[in-house]
């Protein structure tokens, strides 16, 4: 009886001894569970931050990247601003300078072709003295015919000249017809016969037409 008893007692100790060997060790998967548990957290929390942080950087590398490319541009503005300003100043003070310099030209030009006209004018106040005191009629009228054609000559040489209407056909480029005459002879229909005004042309450019009559 004695023995039995304590074979009940060490059987009961035993079982005793497995069930807190298994608290323990349930005790012990649960503390490695939560540790484990604890480092994936801390570590997943830490690769979070770590991503904010990359994150962060990338967003402040990039807006520094768009602030640069923001300011090189503005600079690039400014610069072809002012080139351009400076190219519109020059544009300006060359047209002012041609516009004077043509005015300058026209005004010399029209003063040098006055000048070579005075002596043409000393001419003809010479023969307006001599037509008071003057005997020989001829040798007055060789000398208006003198400066007459010394006056052609000037017009010449500044590329004037007279445009041919003698038996010419009516050419409405050169010619302005007052009117109409009929004639007899075929070949003289629709040619000038008669020439009321002389017409010029200046460097092959009509500067005044001349006017004629047209035979029908």
Do not use: W
Request: aromatic content about 6%.
């Amino acid at each position: 009886m004695a023995a039995f008893l304590l074979y009940n007692r060490y059987k009961t100790n035993k079982n005793k001894i497995k069930l807190d060997m298994s608290k323990t060790k349930k005790s012990q998967n649960i503390d490695e569970t939560e540790d484990i548990n604890n480092i994936e957290g801390a570590e997943a929390t830490q690769s979070a931050t770590s991503e904010t942080e990359n994150t962060s950087v990338e967003e402040l590398s990039e807006t520094d990247t768009l602030s640069a490319e923001v300011a090189s541009l503005t600079e690039k503005v400014e610069q072809l601003t002012k080139e351009k300003l400076l190219l519109m100043a020059d544009f300006d003070n060359y047209r002012k300078r041609t516009i004077k310099e043509k005015a300058d030209l026209i005004k010399s030009g029209g003063e040098e072709c006055l000048k070579n006209l005075l002596p043409i004018v000393d001419d003809f106040e010479r023969s307006l003295q001599a037509l008071n005191t003057a005997t020989d009629v001829q040798a007055l009228v060789e000398g208006v015919n003198l400066i007459y054609n010394k006056f052609k000559g000037y017009l010449a040489q500044n590329g004037v000249k007279e445009i041919e209407t003698t038996d010419a056909p009516f050419d409405t480029e050169y010619h302005e017809a007052v009117t109409t005459f009929p004639v007899e002879d075929p070949e003289k229909k629709g040619k000038v016969i008669d020439c009321v005004q002389k017409g010029y042309t200046m460097n092959d450019k009509v500067i005044r037409f001349s006017k004629v009559v047209v035979g029908e």
